[in-house]
C-alpha cells in the first residue's frame, strides 16, 4: 500500500543538539511539505519542495532545515538555533497543488 | 495573507447532525478543503468545494458560499468515531503547493 512514512513516531533530545525526522512516500507525489502542530495552533508550515533539489521556506522555517535529494524522501532537520522545538512534526506530500494532501503519522520530538 | 476562523469546540450527540463552520479572508480563491485528525492520528483528507455548492460524500458534507467568504461540513448520523478534530484549509494562492490552515474545531459526540 502506498503512504508516507515518518520515523521515528516519538523523539526525545537534550537541548542544544540536533536532530533529524525522517519523512519517506511511495505514492510519487512530486510536492512534500512539513507542518508543525502545538496544541490549540493548528498546522503551520515549515518547508516545502516542489520538486527534488527545490525546496522553499513555509512561515515558520526558522531553526529548521531540509534536503531533497530524492523524490521519496523529504527529511527535516530542527537545529539547536529553534526556540521552542517540542511539537508535533507532520510530512505530507500531495500530487497537485493545494488538494488532497496525504500526511504522514507523525513524530512527537521533546526536547528535555 | 490569509486567515481562517473555526469555532474551537463543538459537542454533539449520538445518531444526531453537527455542522461545523469555516469563515476565511483571502486575496484570491482557490478552493476550500477538509480534514479530519483523531487525536494522537495523522489528518486525513475529507472533501474539496471550488466551487458554490454542496459536495456530498456519504454521511459528509461540505458546502461552500464563496460570495459569503464562507463554508462549513456537515456531519449526518453521528457516531462515536467521529470524535476529532475537524480542520479547514485554504491554498496560499494560485497554483500554489501551500495550504494554510484553520486551528481546527474538535467535535465531541456524546451518547
Known amino acids: 500500500d502506498g503512504g508516507i512514512t515518518q520515523s521515528p513516531k516519538y523523539l526525545f533530545r537534550k537541548e542544544g543538539q540536533n536532530v533529524t525526522l525522517s519523512c519517506e512516500q511511495n505514492l510519487n507525489h512530486d510536492a512534500m511539505y512539513w507542518y508543525r502542530q502545538d496544541p490549540g495552533q493548528g498546522l503551520r508550515l515549515i518547508y516545502y519542495s516542489q520538486i527534488v533539489n527545490d525546496f522553499q521556506k513555509g512561515d515558520i522555517a526558522e531553526g529548521y532545515s531540509v534536503s531533497r535529494e530524492k523524490k521519496e524522501s523529504f527529511p527535516l532537520t530542527v537545529t539547536s538555533a529553534q526556540k521552542n522545538p517540542t511539537a508535533f512534526y507532520l510530512c505530507?506530500?500531495?500530487?497537485?497543488?493545494?488538494?488532497?494532501?496525504?500526511f504522514g503519522s507523525g513524530t512527537r520530538l521533546t526536547v528535555v | 495573507g490569509q486567515s481562517l476562523e473555526q469555532p474551537s469546540e463543538v459537542t454533539a450527540v449520538e445518531g444526531a447532525i453537527v455542522q461545523i463552520n469555516c469563515t476565511y479572508q483571502t486575496s484570491g480563491f482557490y478552493g476550500l478543503s477538509w480534514y479530519q485528525q483523531h487525536d494522537g492520528g495523522a489528518p486525513t483528507f475529507l472533501s474539496y468545494n471550488a466551487l458554490d455548492g454542496l459536495e456530498e460524500t456519504g454521511r459528509f458534507s461540505s458546502f461552500l458560499s464563496r460570495s459569503d467568504s464562507y463554508g462549513y461540513l456537515l456531519l449526518q448520523e453521528l457516531q462515536m468515531k467521529d470524535s476529532a478534530s475537524y480542520f479547514c484549509a485554504l491554498p496560499s494562492g494560485a497554483g500554489s503547493y501551500q495550504l494554510t490552515f484553520g486551528k481546527g474545531t474538535k467535535l465531541s459526540v456524546i451518547p
Open positions: 505530507a506530500s500531495s500530487i497537485r497543488e493545494g488538494y488532497g494532501y496525504t
